[in-house]
């Protein structure tokens, strides 16, 4: 079942402007995971920060996640047209029998104008 | 990494045939998982294809209609069974990363239509 909420379901920005994801979840997790997706095809990994984890960088994404409040955020600095996409969050519960099964916030669609 | 080759990339069906996809990894693996993505949707877990044993579906998924077959560690398919239009979706395949906090992996996805 669907337990992640993201908002903005939409986002619209100018190129060069940051663009900020929030992805919120319901279970205790061993790491969420962001992902994305161009024009319905497959998902491509950004990065994952784990539970004991407050902070991330890679590149130009930073992603924060805050387990007491079971939410996460992802912040795209710099964004270029080839942003554009879906980004989903992704949470890996925690407990051994969840190994490699995610369950997948609703996702916000990023359109990054020229 | 594992890199996942699926097919077909898309299909057009009609209503009450069958569509099998198939993934192919580059690696043994010991589950795969199926997720379907509705349009406009998030993915959804359909089931975990456990080489050996039979599939584990998720609620709201029934063998009859989504049969899967494992025959082996690097590759697997998924049936959608008496298709009608409300299966129009993208299925995609994935395994897991190597252990607990890595990244899964995801095949392209297969684009479903049925009319």
């Known amino acids: 079942s669907q337990q992640g909420e993201e908002d903005p379901q939409a986002l619209s920005i100018q190129e060069g402007e940051n663009a900020t994801m929030n992805c919120s979840y319901k279970t205790s997790i061993n790491n969420l995971q962001w992902y994305r997706q161009n024009s319905g095809r497959g998902l491509v990994h950004l990065i994952l920060i784990r539970s004991n984890e407050r902070e991330k960088h890679s590149g130009r994404l930073r992603v924060t996640l805050d387990t007491s409040k079971k939410s996460s955020s992802l912040l795209i600095t710099a964004s270029r047209a080839a942003d554009t996409a879906s980004y989903f969050c992704a949470t890996q519960r925690a407990g051994g029998t969840s190994y490699g099964k995610l369950t997948f916030g609703q996702g916000t669609i990023l359109t990054v104008h020229p | 990494s594992a890199v996942i080759s699926q097919k077909p990339s898309r299909d057009i069906c009609q209503r009450g045939t069958s569509l099998t996809i198939q993934c192919q990894v580059d690696s043994q693996v010991t589950m795969m998982f199926w997720y379907r993505q509705q349009p406009g949707q998030s993915l959804t877990l359909i089931a975990t294809a456990n080489q050996g044993s039979e599939a584990t579906y998720e609620s709201g998924f029934v063998i009859d209609k989504f049969p899967i077959s494992r025959p082996n560690l690097t590759f697997s398919t998924l049936t959608v069974s008496n298709m009608s239009p409300e299966d129009s979706s993208i299925y995609l395949c994935?395994?897991?990363?190597?252990?607990?906090?890595?990244?899964?992996?995801f095949g392209q996805g297969t684009r479903l239509t049925v009319v």
């Open positions: 994935s395994v897991p990363g190597i252990h607990m906090n890595t990244e899964a992996f």
